[in-house]
């Protein structure tokens, strides 16, 4: 937990004096940069942290047993799977996975955060207390999809189509739910207005109340989805209501500024819509945990992007309304905006969002840690998170509830090689 809040404390207590008109340009390249390597080594270096870890170390262990042309015919994502296992023959060890995901997703966040934030701090702030850090050490696939579509939201506004297009097409070679942003391109030029979400709330309304047909068309016929089922933990269960809560108190802050925010910036229309859509996926969530992962596709823009232009309105309403002085204007909005942020992040942290506490690091663990994987929760992890140990032998039961990963996809037919000695090298 002590990582987590240094992670807060370091982003906030830098970013001030960093990101200030005293330091300028370099200030804010040093504090992107620094916090980065930061933001890097924790995500690197961590140990069975988050839901999904153990899973991915154990799908790039399995590439040691299978041929390249096996993995080109699994239903896992190409885009992943291929280089990733092109690196197993190089490193035997998982840990170079985390290593490689942990520099593209981390480094590309930063990069967005440094070239779109006008406020770098505020953005990294985001990034930690809305959780998304937290969604980058446990959905790897669907992160990298995520960060690859929010390179592709700047053509929306510049009318490139095509461009768009590509783009997000090349999200989905990590992981298939980036093909829902395709038809985004239209339907988040739409300009904000109480109409529009009054109708998009009655779609949301028909699709929680129909949502079991639903699922089960989609299930039918779109062949990326067809491992799934009605009847799974992760469709049945629902996930707390807090989250969508959090998410739509953004929106209605960003709807209510919309107009200064459209000034500011002309892609802020599209990030308001974003978070809208964000709220979306997260209500379905409450009936349905599965579904709340298409949330992740919206995030990011928000989080680098929105967060910081609505810091810098609030910011100067507050100061046209008061008659405080500028400087005091922003202690008392970065002091609330603070306090709310931190309480969001905290409240995460206790509750174990996405598998990530505790904070395990590979600094911390013996040599044959990293080859065996428990196939206990890791100590202060619920019973729901239950890791999995090989790749071969797995219960439908030890499954996690919230992972992103089908084993039975990764399953090795030890009975298939051939164990003849006279066939070993010595």
């Given at each position: 937990?002590?990582?987590?809040?240094?992670?807060?404390?370091?982003?906030?207590?830098?970013?001030?004096?960093?990101?200030?008109?005293?330091?300028?340009?370099?200030?804010?390249?040093?504090?992107?940069?620094?916090?980065?390597?930061?933001?890097?080594?924790?995500?690197?270096?961590?140990?069975?942290?988050?839901?999904?870890?153990?899973?991915?170390?154990?799908?790039?262990?399995?590439?040691?047993?299978?041929?390249?042309?096996?993995?080109?015919?699994?239903?896992?994502?190409?885009?992943?799977?291929?280089?990733?296992?092109?690196?197993?023959?190089?490193?035997?060890?998982?840990?170079?996975?985390?290593?490689?995901?942990?520099?593209?997703?981390?480094?590309?966040?930063?990069?967005?955060?440094?070239?779109?934030?006008?406020?770098?701090?505020?953005?990294?702030?985001?990034?930690?207390?809305?959780?998304?850090?937290?969604?980058?050490?446990?959905?790897?696939?669907?992160?990298?999809?995520?960060?690859?579509?929010?390179?592709?939201?700047?053509?929306?506004?510049?009318?490139?189509?095509?461009?768009?297009?590509?783009?997000?097409?090349?999200?989905?070679?990590?992981?298939?739910?980036?093909?829902?942003?395709?038809?985004?391109?239209?339907?988040?030029?739409?300009?904000?207005?109480?109409?529009?979400?009054?109708?998009?709330?009655?779609?949301?309304?028909?699709?929680?109340?129909?949502?079991?047909?639903?699922?089960?068309?989609?299930?039918?016929?779109?062949?990326?989805?067809?491992q799934y089922s009605a009847e799974s933990a992760e469709f049945t269960n629902g996930?707390?209501?807090?989250?969508?809560?959090?998410?739509?108190?953004?929106?209605?802050?960003?709807?209510?500024?919309?107009?200064?925010?459209?000034?500011?910036?002309?892609?802020?229309?599209?990030?308001?819509?974003?978070?809208?859509?964000?709220?979306?996926?997260?209500?379905?969530?409450?009936?349905?945990?599965?579904?709340?992962?298409?949330?992740?596709?919206?995030?990011?823009?928000?989080?680098?992007?929105?967060?910081?232009?609505?810091?810098?309105?609030?910011?100067?309403?507050?100061?046209?309304?008061?008659?405080?002085?500028?400087?005091?204007?922003?202690?008392?909005?970065?002091?609330?905006?603070?306090?709310?942020?931190?309480?969001?992040?905290?409240?995460?942290?206790?509750?174990?969002?996405?598998?990530?506490?505790?904070?395990?690091?590979?600094?911390?663990?013996?040599?044959?840690?990293?080859?065996?994987?428990?196939?206990?929760?890791?100590?202060?992890?619920?019973?729901?998170?239950?890791?999995?140990?090989?790749?071969?032998?797995?219960?439908?039961?030890?499954?996690?509830?919230?992972?992103?990963?089908?084993?039975?996809?990764?399953?090795?037919?030890?009975?298939?090689?051939?164990?003849?000695?006279?066939?070993?090298?010595?």
């Amino acid at each position: 937990m002590l990582v987590y809040l240094f992670l807060y404390a370091g982003s906030f207590l830098f970013g001030i004096v960093l990101c200030g008109d005293k330091f300028g340009k370099w200030g804010k390249i040093i504090y992107c940069a620094g916090t980065g390597i930061v933001f890097f080594f924790v995500s690197a270096l961590r140990f069975s942290t988050g839901y999904d870890y153990n899973s991915y170390a154990s799908i790039y262990d399995s590439y040691s047993y299978i041929s390249l042309e096996d993995v080109a015919h699994q239903r896992l994502e190409k885009g992943f799977a291929i280089p990733f296992a092109l690196l197993n023959q190089y490193f035997d060890l998982y840990t170079p996975l985390f290593y490689a995901t942990s520099f593209l997703i981390i480094g590309g966040v930063f990069y967005l955060i440094y070239k779109y934030s006008s406020v770098k701090w505020v953005g990294v702030i985001s990034f930690l207390s809305l959780g998304v850090f937290f969604n980058s050490l446990c959905f790897i696939r669907q992160f990298m999809a995520a960060l690859v579509v929010a390179f592709a939201m700047r053509f929306i506004n510049e009318n490139k189509l095509v461009k768009y297009l590509l783009v997000v097409l090349m999200g989905a070679a990590f992981h298939w739910s980036a093909l829902l942003m395709l038809p985004f391109y239209f339907i988040l030029k739409i300009k904000p207005g109480y109409i529009l979400y009054a109708a998009y709330t009655a779609v949301l309304a028909f699709i929680i109340i129909f949502s079991y047909p639903i699922f089960n068309f989609i299930t039918d016929n779109l062949f990326m989805y067809s491992q799934y089922s009605a009847e799974s933990a992760e469709f049945t269960n629902g996930l707390p209501v807090t989250y969508t809560v959090m998410f739509f108190v953004v929106f209605i802050s960003a709807f209510l500024f919309r107009k200064r925010l459209a000034e500011k910036n002309k892609n802020n229309n599209i990030y308001i819509n974003c978070i809208w859509f964000a709220v979306f996926f997260e209500a379905i969530g409450v009936k349905h945990a599965i579904i709340s992962r298409f949330a992740l596709l919206f995030f990011i823009p928000v989080v680098v992007a929105l967060m910081p232009d609505l810091f810098v309105v609030i910011k100067e309403y507050v100061s046209q309304k008061s008659k405080s002085k500028k400087r005091l204007t922003s202690i008392i909005t970065a002091s609330v905006g603070l306090i709310a942020s931190f309480s969001c992040y905290l409240m995460l942290i206790l509750i174990n969002y996405n598998g990530v506490m505790p904070y395990n690091s590979i600094i911390n663990m013996n040599t044959k840690d990293f080859y065996v994987l428990s196939d206990e929760p890791p100590s202060g992890q619920t019973s729901e998170t239950t890791e999995v140990t090989t790749v071969s032998e797995v219960p439908e039961e030890t499954v996690p509830q919230d992972t992103d990963i089908n084993i039975e996809d990764y399953y090795i037919d030890w009975d298939s090689f051939d164990w003849d000695e006279e066939n070993w090298d010595d």
